[in-house]
């Protein structure tokens, strides 16, 4: 069970403020009886691009900037990675997991470790890409075993998540271009407000000295 919830806010005040005994506290850029409402000052951004290295030294207490983020789970930190050369599918070979990366320690078992975006505005966006690695607790260290991670995106702010792809150690970093679904597109179209998060979350439980990394996230 990823999450439960008793009480009297229906959509769970759409997940953008704290269900109380006396209705929905709605968090700030958000108004409505049920926290429907987008009222903020600035529209949702369009693009999306983090790289982890415009942050300071890296760190196991370091976390990313919470301006992109609308929760982390399962002790994201930021520390550096060794350089790695990804091939991807256009036999075009570029240093892509490079600098620094959210890591994430396996341990924390599954629904319990995962990334989710801050809501985005996709209209003009038509892929999602980003860098994906598993190692051990020395992240220079490759390893065989497991850690499937999977991409979800939703629409209606967590309430449901579909599902990208889904994501399996390879024992070397790997590089993910996805098309966004021309589904996703549309329901967007049709939101009147609001946008769409995405979400790395692990599936399957896995040994407590592996974890898994992300990085170089664009949106484009």
Not at 89 to 113: D, P
Not at 120 to 132: C, G, H, P
Not at 182 to 192: A, F, I, N
């Amino acid at each position: 069970m990823n999450s439960l919830f008793i009480g009297e806010c229906p959509e769970y005040c759409h997940d953008r403020g704290l269900c109380t005994v006396s209705g929905c506290q709605c968090a700030i850029g958000y108004s409505g009886l049920y926290c429907e409402k987008y009222v903020g000052i600035e529209p949702l951004p369009i693009w999306f691009n983090e790289t982890f290295d415009d942050l300071p030294d890296a760190g196991i207490n370091n976390g990313p900037n919470l301006n992109n983020w609308f929760r982390l789970s399962g002790n994201g930190h930021i520390r550096h990675v060794c350089d790695e050369n990804i091939n991807n599918n256009n036999n075009i070979t570029e240093n892509y997991l490079s600098g620094q990366a959210l890591h994430f320690s396996a341990g924390c078992g599954c629904g319990n470790v995962e990334a989710i975006t801050r809501e985005l505005n996709i209209s003009q966006a038509t892929t999602i890409s980003f860098a994906f690695h598993v190692t051990t607790e020395d992240n220079c260290v490759l390893t065989s075993s497991n850690v499937t991670v999977a991409l979800e995106w939703t629409y209606d702010e967590g309430i449901s998540w579909m599902r990208l792809i889904t994501m399996y150690n390879q024992e070397h970093p790997q590089l993910f271009n996805i098309t966004l679904p021309s589904t996703m597109k549309q329901v967007h179209k049709q939101r009147v407000i609001g946008g769409i998060r995405f979400r790395w979350t692990q599936i399957k439980h896995a040994s407590n000295d592996l974890y898994w990394s992300i990085d170089n996230i664009r949106l484009e």
